[in-house]
Nanobody, 114 residues
Framework: VQLQASGGGLVQSGGSLRLSCAASGINFRLNDMDWYRQAPGKEREVVAS???????NYRDSVKGRFTISRDNVRRTLYLQMNGLQPEDMAVYYC?????????WGQGTLVTVSS
């Protein structure tokens, strides 16, 4: 299983980014997928989740600003982030589970300047 995340970068407060996560080695359309993030000195936390049937869930602090989606043909997970704030600054990781094991992408850094 390989998860390749991309799309991070530097953005001003209020700006937007779209993260992508290309998956291989799994039957992508059958997998629930998540985005997590980890800020310096803090624990990793779930940001958004999407099931195989495309039901979504978000942590309260990003509701209305972030949108998780998936393209099963391209085997790619997305996170559209609008209205970015300094508190959103973190390394973002895509995540899935397969056969009882956790798999993580390599992380992509999102930096928000105030």
């Amino acid at each position: 299983v390989q998860l390749q995340a991309s799309g991070g970068g530097l953005v001003q407060s209020g700006g937007s980014l779209r993260l992508s996560c290309a998956a291989s080695g799994i039957n992508f359309r059958l997998n629930d997928m998540d985005w997590y993030r980890q800020a310096p000195g803090k624990e990793r936390e779930v940001v958004a989740s999407i099931t195989s049937s495309s039901s979504t869930n978000y942590r309260d602090s990003v509701k209305g600003r972030f949108t998780i989606s998936r393209d099963n043909v391209r085997r790619t997970l997305y996170l559209q982030m609008n209205g970015l704030q300094p508190e959103d600054m973190a390394v973002y990781y895509c995540h899935t589970m397969s056969r009882g094991r956790h798999f993580w992408g390599q992380g992509t850094l999102v930096t928000v300047s105030s």
